[in-house]
């Protein structure tokens, strides 16, 4: 079999099928055995949200992890309280340092959100129906203008 013109993707696939189909071949198998009638267990569904910015993301990721850290270490300080060691004090200093640094973290996400959308702005198509009156109100200038190119002594009257 020759791969000329095929990427490599396109060459393992490509590969793939023909192994499968030799296979196939050899127990006496046909496509037809495959085709059990039943639903795939995997579908494919396109996303209900658009994938966050990559500043907002890194953000996001980065307060995660902070988060996730500053619970641990207030779980530790909590076990360390309970079981009388000298270690629970630093460790509930660190908790309430590493608490407002989480804060601040949460805080970046957030800000750095909007700082984005401000940047960037939302990329939004309009609904058919505001389009369909911002054509209206364009309509209206327009014959308005021309109405007075033609006849300036009726936008007078039409204005008292």
Same mark, same amino acid.
């Given at each position: 079999? &020759?791969?000329?013109?095929?990427?490599?993707?396109? $060459?393992? #696939? #490509?590969?793939?099928?023909? *192994? %499968?189909?030799?296979?196939?071949?050899?127990?006496? /198998?046909?496509?037809?055995?495959? *085709? %059990?009638?039943?639903?795939?267990? @995997? +579908? /494919?569904?396109?996303?209900?949200?658009? &994938?966050?910015?990559?500043?907002v993301r890194t953000a996001a990721v980065r307060a995660v992890i902070i988060v996730a850290l500053t619970l641990i270490q207030a779980m530790v300080a909590f076990l360390c309280t309970l079981a009388g060691s000298w270690f629970a004090f630093p460790a509930v200093l660190g908790t !309430?340092? =590493?608490?407002?640094?989480?804060? @601040?973290?949460?805080? *970046?996400?957030?800000?750095?959100? +909007? !700082? @984005?959308?401000?940047?960037?702005?939302?990329? =939004?198509?309009? =609904?058919?129906? #505001? &389009?369909?009156?911002? &054509?209206?109100?364009?309509?209206?200038?327009?014959?308005?203008?021309?109405? =007075?190119?033609? *006849?300036?002594?009726? $936008?007078?009257?039409?204005?008292?």
């Open positions: 079999m &020759r791969h000329q013109g095929l990427v490599p993707g396109e $060459i393992r #696939a #490509a590969t793939e099928e023909s *192994d %499968t189909r030799g296979v196939r071949a050899e127990c006496g /198998e046909s496509d037809a055995f495959m *085709d %059990t009638g039943r639903a795939p267990l @995997w +579908q /494919e569904e396109p996303a209900v949200r658009r &994938r966050m910015a990559d500043p !309430v340092a =590493s608490t407002v640094v989480a804060t @601040w973290a949460v805080l *970046d996400v957030w800000v750095t959100r +909007q !700082v @984005w959308v401000q940047r960037n702005g939302v990329r =939004s198509q309009p =609904s058919s129906t #505001a &389009r369909e009156l911002r &054509r209206e109100r364009r309509r209206a200038r327009r014959r308005q203008r021309r109405a =007075s190119r033609e *006849d300036p002594s009726r $936008i007078d009257r039409a204005a008292a």
